[in-house]
């Protein structure tokens, strides 16, 4: 059974990044949230090769979350399709995890 979920997106502004994290922690989506700058992503969009600077955020949350908060990232990000990825957390620092838990709030739910 999981224990936790990493989730990654990227956005293309740190203003953006600094916006989707703080909507996310404070709303008690996530725990926390880094931002992670001077990443470079290739990908084909709309059938052209890509090349862009981003920001990669790394998002921890509860497994009951996941859903949630992939609809809120989902509902917040200013790209068309955003990169919404989810990792399952088998195992961790036992404390970390219980931190996490308890920053997540389960009232976020079906907001």
């Known amino acids: 059974m999981s224990k936790g979920i990493l989730l990654i997106s990227t956005v293309s502004s740190e203003e953006d990044a600094e916006k ?10 996530a725990a926390c949230v880094n931002i992670v700058p001077k990443i470079t992503s290739f990908y084909f969009w709309q059938g052209k090769l890509q090349k862009d600077s981003e920001l ?34 088998e195992n961790g620092l036992e404390e970390y995890i219980n931190w996490m838990e308890a920053n997540v709030s389960h009232e976020s739910r079906g907001k």
Not at 20 to 29: K, Q, T
Not at 62 to 68: F, G, L, S, V
């Open 20 to 29: 989707i994290a703080r909507h996310l922690v404070e709303g008690r989506f």
């Open 56 to 89: 990669l955020l790394l998002i921890k949350t509860t497994k009951d979350m996941e859903e949630t908060l992939i609809n809120e990232v989902k509902r917040i990000h200013p790209y068309q399709t955003p990169e919404v990825l989810s990792f399952d957390v």
